[in-house]
C-alpha cells in the first residue's frame, strides 16, 4: 500500500508507517504542489497525509475517489467537505487534542507580548530609539484579575482559561453553544451570551472553527461593542474576523490591542499596517509549532492512515 505525504513530517509518524510496513512518498521539495498536481500525483497512491492549503472538496475526491483515506495534520478542517468525503466514503482525519496545550500557550504568549507592547518596544532597540526611559512613556497594562471572554471554550479555550486564572486570577466568561459544565466547575467559568462576552471581556480570546456561521464575525459593529481598553487575541482562524474591520477599530482606539496568529490572507503581507501598530503582536501561525506537539501531530495523522490500510477503523475520523 503506497502514502503520499505532501510535506515533510516528524520521526513519530514515520516510524509507525514504517512498522506498518507501509510505502511511504515524502514531498520534500520547497516548491509546493499545486491542488491539480497533488491530484495527479495521488492516482498513483492509496493514501495521502495532505498538509497545507489544499482544498478537500467534490471536485477533489471526484477526482481521487480511489483514495482509501486522507489525514490533515491539524486540528482545523475548514478545507474539508465533510459532506463530500462521505458522499465519496473516504474518511478524512485530523489530529485534536494533542495541540490544545501548545496553541493555548501561543494565546497566552499574545496577551502579553500585546499587554507590555513588546513587539513595540523590541522594535525600539533594533531601530536605535531606546534613549531615555520616561514614567509615562511605553506603559502597557495589567493582566492581574482582569477578566477573560473565551469564544469557543472547547479544549484549547480551556487550556487559555486554565492559564489565566492561574497565573493572573483572571474572571472566566465564555460564549459557546453548549455549557462546558467542566470548566464552570473547575474554573467557575460563566456562560453569558454573544452581546455580553463583547461588552464584558478585557481580554476576548478566539477558539472556535471557521464555518459559515463564524466566517467575519468579528466586523466593526463587533468591535464596536467590545470596551476601549480590551485585547483581543486570535489563534483560531483568520477568516473569523474581518482584518479590515480590526485594523480600522485599532486605529479608532475603539479597542486597545490585538494579537494574532492568524491572518486572513496567510501569510500577512509585511507591508500590513497591523504590522506597524505599537499595541498589535502577529505571529505567523505558529500555534502547534512545538517539537513535542509536531511529534504527537504526525503520530495521529499516521494512525489515521495506517488504521484504514490495515483494515481497522480510523481513531480520529472527521464527521460533522
Ligand atoms: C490546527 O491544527 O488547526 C492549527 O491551526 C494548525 O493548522
Known amino acids: 500500500m503506497k502514502v503520499f505525504i505532501t510535506k515533510p513530517i516528524a520521526e513519530r509518524g514515520m516510524e509507525i508507517f514504517k512498522r506498518a510496513k ?3 512518498t ?10 491539480e498536481e497533488l491530484i495527479k500525483k495521488l492516482q498513483k497512491y492509496d493514501a495521502a497525509i495532505c498538509i497545507g492549503k489544499y482544498k478537500l472538496d467534490e471536485s477533489f475526491f471526484s477526482q481521487c475517489s480511489h ?26 482525519g485530523n489530529t485534536p487534542g494533542v495541540l490544545s496545550k501548545a496553541t493555548a500557550d501561543v494565546a497566552f504568549l499574545l496577551m502579553q507580548m500585546v499587554a507590555r507592547k513588546a513587539v513595540f518596544g523590541y522594535r525600539k532597540i533594533v531601530e536605535g530609539n531606546w534613549r531615555e526611559t520616561y514614567p509615562l512613556e511605553d506603559l502597557g497594562v495589567d493582566l492581574e484579575g482582569k477578566t477573560l471572554g ?68 468579528f466586523d466593526y459593529s463587533a468591535f464596536e461593542k467590545m470596551k ?25 482606539k475603539i479597542i486597545w490591542g490585538a494579537g494574532l496568529d492568524v491572518t486572513n490572507p496567510e501569510p500577512m503581507k509585511p507591508n500590513n499596517p497591523l504590522l506597524k501598530m505599537e499595541t498589535v503582536a502577529v505571529l505567523p501561525h505558529i500555534g502547534s509549532a512545538t517539537f513535542e506537539t ?20 480510523m481513531p480520529n475520523q472527521i464527521k460533522n
Not at 303 to 313: D, F, Q, R, T, Y
Request: aromatic share 6%; with cysteine; hydrophobic share 40%.
Open 22 to 24: 507501509l510505502d511511504v
Open 67 to 92: 483514495l482509501k483515506a486522507v489525514s490533515l495534520l491539524s486540528v482545523g478542517y475548514d478545507n474539508v467537505d465533510v459532506e463530500a468525503a462521505k458522499k465519496w466514503n473516504i474518511p478524512v
Open 294 to 313: 509536531r511529534n504527537e501531530m504526525s503520530r495521529l495523522a499516521a494512525e489515521n492512515i495506517a488504521a484504514v490500510l490495515l483494515g481497522k477503523k
Open 150 to 217: 473565551i469564544l469557543g471554550l472547547g479544549r484549547i479555550g480551556f487550556e487559555m482559561a486554565k492559564k489565566c486564572q492561574r497565573a493572573f486570577s483572571m474572571n472566566v466568561i465564555y460564549h459557546n453553544r453548549h455549557r462546558n459544565e467542566e470548566a464552570e466547575k473547575e474554573l467557575g467559568a460563566k456562560k453569558v451570551s454573544f452581546d455580553k462576552l463583547l461588552k464584558t471581556s478585557d481580554i476576548l480570546s478566539l477558539h472556535v472553527a471557521l464555518t459559515p456561521e463564524t466566517k467575519n464575525l
Open 26 to 35: 515524502v514531498w520534500k521539495q520547497k516548491k509546493v504542489l499545486s491542488q
Open 228 to 252: 476601549p481598553t480590551s485585547i483581543f487575541i486570535n489563534t483560531s482562524r483568520g477568516g473569523v474576523v474581518d482584518e479590515k474591520a480590526l485594523t480600522t477599530a485599532l486605529k479608532k
